[in-house]
DNA sequence: AGTACTCATGGAAACGATTCCATCATCATT
DNA sequence: AATGATGATGGAATCGTTTCCATGAGTACT
């Protein structure tokens, strides 16, 4: 079928045709000391064979393939969209390509995917982590290079020395999450609820600490991560606690659910619930009525996860980027 | 720093610790033939050592990376995020890894990223495709088994043979413009406009040919690959014809784009306008008003390609997925 | 019994790079 | 002039797998 084709050129090549020893040849290519005239004969050996270093040879003999791993929950998700775009962003600056896994926020799957990458000798891998801290915990004992985004693992117990290693690029909800309920309590909601997805745990940990006295647990809901759930979440909630007055949801799924199991239900927005969601989108300047969101820098969260996992160099534990409460239509005076 | 660790187990380790060599065990493992004895010893002795085959050896040897190489535009476009999830879905049934790039819609990027596949000797590609048919040309000749997704190259002269041979996986948009123009007409209008990004050639001929007389050059706009480029397009085409109608857009970014600019101008959707957009996205139906759109099977896209890539069986030509109008709020009689 | 054929099997040769190590030349120091 | 240090260089080993080929055993057929 397919034709032989001309061999591909090898190093080989390259030292034969320079009239040098490969081990020269490899020395030039990738930086280390030569002779001037030997290094111009092999620079121009190589440019007249058009040689192209095979990246096979190399991962063999290094024992690990190049590039980057990325895991998300739901690359369908925007907010998760645009994370991919800031690691794809800064990975095609350092000419690294990357592969991408999408983990439908299912331990198991996770787990499944870690092992595929574990056996492509993939050593360097960004992840929005869903699994439990066993799993990552071994991945890293297993020389695995690990920096989390947008959230880390709870690391219960004997694994937290080994997890609150790993660096992590996380946004701020901690904060963004303290003015929006501020902002809420400032119209006189006390009933707030908390719409979240599993795995969410430390974005819901940052809600419960910012209710503080206020806090009702029933009034937060998770739901799995597709949109069925989502919406079934979002109208469960509505339906049980006719006492709510104002939701916060924890991404943008959820406020999509939010706003459309609203309308369903005839729950008039901003008139009888107040809605705040996580993550600006494009689309919630677009709703009605807009949406007042806690933005979130999605792309500079990716950005700055592929920066540590790539640069390897300093290792800071990890950075918080900033939120920001951006305040649309969404939000009205409890009446 | 990183501790040695226990060297990695090999084939080698497996044979002997199964008493066999090295051939038998690469043959049983990769479903060879073998007596039933030796297989069950090699299996044996594989769980037991928790043997998991290196990717890194077997491609060097097959002179050939595993997994699949993704090329879309922007991952950031809700259409191309779930063409990507469609992909993904697929390879990970087949436990092959996928390496996504994306390109901004601009062929020397895209070139420059094939060229690293290639280096990687990733010899799988589905793209949605943007630069010249010499490039995509050469890369076939090359031996990259390539699939193209969304929209296939325009091929001027030469290279058309050659790349008549690449499968692809289009969606139907010829027929969907059909439907929506005849909808617009039958509403009334005749100045119809069209906002296009570069690279959609294939979805500007369909509208030039639905449109027959009707059509006026003109109101067909181009846009670049970004959000501001698509909000100048859109709201210079407002601008300049009043007489303006009626408007379809391309893609859910320029959608996004034309209702904002129409906001931003004071034109009312649909009174003054009605607007049609490629792709149903979930906040189509969100949006004030829901806006009426053609939908295109985006996941089904990618997985039909994926499988296309994957299976490497027979190889249709082209296969072409049905699109659906959905009519919502967004276009009205015109006045 | 001899020949031909099938099958399981293992040794060894790829694949294409990097890198260890020995060699040799050059130059400075005593 | 002898010694040591430095630096450029090439041969060969190595990474872990697949696959070619030769070997030997077993079976069927003349």
């Given at each position: 079928m397919s034709t032989p084709g001309p061999r591909r050129i090898t190093i080989k090549d390259v030292a034969e045709l320079a009239g040098v020893g490969v081990a020269t040849v490899s020395r030039v290519l990738s930086g280390g000391s030569a002779s001037a005239e030997t290094r111009e004969r092999v620079l121009d050996a190589a440019t007249k064979l058009d040689y192209r270093p095979s990246a096979l040879g190399r991962n063999l003999r290094q024992q690990r393939s190049g590039g980057v791993a990325l895991l998300v929950?739901?690359?369908?998700?925007g907010f998760y969209a645009r994370l991919c775009d800031g690691v794809l962003s800064c990975a095609r600056s350092y000419r690294e390509p990357v592969t991408i896994g999408v983990t439908g926020d299912d331990a198991e799957q996770e787990a499944d995917l870690v092992g595929g990458l574990l056996e492509q000798s993939m050593d360097r891998i960004i992840a929005v982590p869903s699994g439990d801290g066993e799993m990552w915990a071994s991945a890293v004992r297993a020389g695995l290079n690990v920096v989390f985004a947008d959230r880390r693992v709870w690391s219960p117990g004997s694994h937290a020395r080994t997890l609150d290693e790993v660096p992590a690029v996380l946004s701020d909800d901690r904060s963004g999450l303290r003015t929006a309920i501020e902002y809420l309590t400032g119209l006189g909601h006390r009933k707030i609820g908390f719409l979240a997805r599993q795995g969410m745990n430390q974005r819901v940990a940052a809600f419960r600490e910012a209710m503080g006295?206020?806090?009702?647990?029933?009034l937060v809901v998770f739901a799995r991560a597709s949109r069925d759930s989502a919406y079934a979440a979002a109208a469960g909630l509505f339906q049980r606690r006719a006492d709510l007055t104002a939701v916060i949801a924890g991404g943008n799924m959820l406020g999509e659910a939010a706003v459309l199991a609203a309308r369903e239900l005839y729950v008039?927005?901003?008139?009888?619930l107040s809605l705040i969601m996580f993550d600006d989108v494009p689309w919630a300047e677009l709703c009605s009525p807009p949406l007042t969101v806690i933005a979130q820098p999605a792309s500079d969260v990716g950005y700055r996860a592929a920066e540590l996992v790539l640069r390897h160099g300093r290792r800071p534990r990890t950075v918080s980027l900033p939120t920001e409460l951006i305040v649309r239509s969404s939000c009205g005076p409890r009446r």
């Open positions: 929950p739901d690359i369908t998700d006295d206020l806090l009702d647990e029933d008039r927005i901003p008139r009888d």
